[in-house]
């Protein structure tokens, strides 16, 4: 496929701008050269201020680079876009299991709860480790047959920092 079709591909379901979407596809192929990939990403946010898919990709440029602080907003964004999309209060500690059908495969939920790990985790290397636990232990409640493999991090988390001898 020549570039030119690749970044004018429709990839996210129709809804997000054709402009966005190809600021999008540009700061992927250019991921490595992060001011020319940042300036897409700011293009496609321009064009679709909020969108999932560009939110998404943010988090991911700036999680990537070990920019964590610069993800934070795009994390959170996520986050509240998906609650939003199923009819749940913004603050995630609000969420019950009762609220949606965590366990399916269906994909808002889906959304919600690697949105909600993908929180915790940010946290956590964050050094904000009992906001991100805290968020993990819910992302648990939400999801007790642990598809994500929360229980696994939580561990890591809960061995500490190792000691210096």
Do not use: N
């Amino acid at each position: 496929m020549r570039d030119d079709e690749w970044l004018s591909r429709r990839y996210y379901g129709g809804d997000l701008p054709a402009e966005a979407e190809r600021a999008l596809h540009q700061a992927a192929l250019s991921f490595s050269d992060q001011p020319l990939a940042e300036s897409h990403l700011r293009r496609a946010w321009d064009c679709a201020p909020g969108h999932l898919a560009v939110s998404i990709g943010a988090y991911k440029f700036y999680l990537y680079h070990h920019r964590l602080v610069e993800a934070v907003p795009y994390a959170e964004a996520c986050l509240v876009e998906a609650a939003r999309r199923l009819g749940l209060a913004e603050d995630w500690r609000l969420a019950r299991p009762d609220q949606a059908d965590f366990s399916s495969l269906d994909a808002e939920p889906r959304l919600f709860l690697f949105s909600l790990f993908a929180w915790g985790y940010l946290l956590i290397r964050l050094g904000r480790r009992a906001e991100g636990r805290q968020a993990l232990v819910h992302l648990l409640t939400l999801d007790p047959a642990d598809k994500l493999g929360v229980t696994g991090l939580l561990a890591i988390v809960d061995q500490g920092e190792p000691s210096e001898s």
